[in-house]
């Protein structure tokens, strides 16, 4: 996204520029949905909904900021170039500070990883760790199908919601 963000200020053309505007808005929705849902994984229960309204109130703020910037500064290139600096510090941040989903994890059979970032979190949150292995291998948690986009699209149903999530 970073690089895509640098490229578009550089655009010789409009058809280049639509090309990686389009790439930079399928990109942005992809981490989008990706740092949603791993910041609900990280919140508990009870305070999903709260998290999930306070993260829409930072896109109306980002939205308004847009607005004000672009009054301001009326060249779309030093604009666009200014937009790639909350980018990069966002990328820096969750790569440096943001842990992997501990689900995702037991999911894929990196229990030992998911295992150490329970624990990290746990001793910050001052909650006691059990033996995470014991209930993953009961719940059967490795014994997760695969699939491909492909059998997504085979149901009428997947293939109904999955294409109205995405370009709606």
């Given at each position: 996204m970073l690089i895509f963000s640098i490229v578009l200020a550089f655009s010789p053309h409009i058809?280049?520029?639509?090309?990686?505007?389009?790439?930079?808005?399928v990109f942005c929705m992809g981490a989008m949905a990706s740092s949603f849902c791993l910041g609900m994984e990280m919140v508990g229960?009870?305070?999903?909904?709260?998290?999930?309204?306070?993260?829409?109130?930072?896109?109306?703020?980002?939205?308004l900021l847009l607005l004000l910037?672009?009054?301001?500064?009326?060249?779309?290139?030093?604009?666009?170039?200014?937009?790639?600096?909350p980018t990069a510090l966002t990328t820096l941040i969750y790569l440096?500070?943001?842990?992997?989903?501990?689900k995702?994890?037991?999911v894929t059979n990196k229990t030992e990883e998911g295992h150490k970032i329970l624990k990290k979190i746990?001793?910050?949150?001052g909650v006691q760790l059990y033996d995470i292995k014991i209930i993953v291998s009961k719940k059967g948690g490795?014994?997760?199908?695969?699939?491909?986009?492909?059998?997504?699209m085979k149901s009428p149903v997947l293939r109904r919601q999955t294409l109205n999530i995405t370009l709606c």
């Open positions: 058809i280049f520029f639509v090309i990686v505007r389009f790439l930079l808005g229960p009870s305070w999903r909904v709260f998290a999930g309204v306070v993260v829409e109130y930072f896109w109306i703020a980002g939205s910037l672009g009054y301001f500064i009326r060249y779309w290139k030093t604009l666009q170039l200014l937009f790639a600096i440096k500070f943001i842990p992997e989903s501990p995702w994890l037991f746990a001793s910050s949150n490795n014994d997760v199908p695969s699939g491909t986009l492909w059998s997504v």
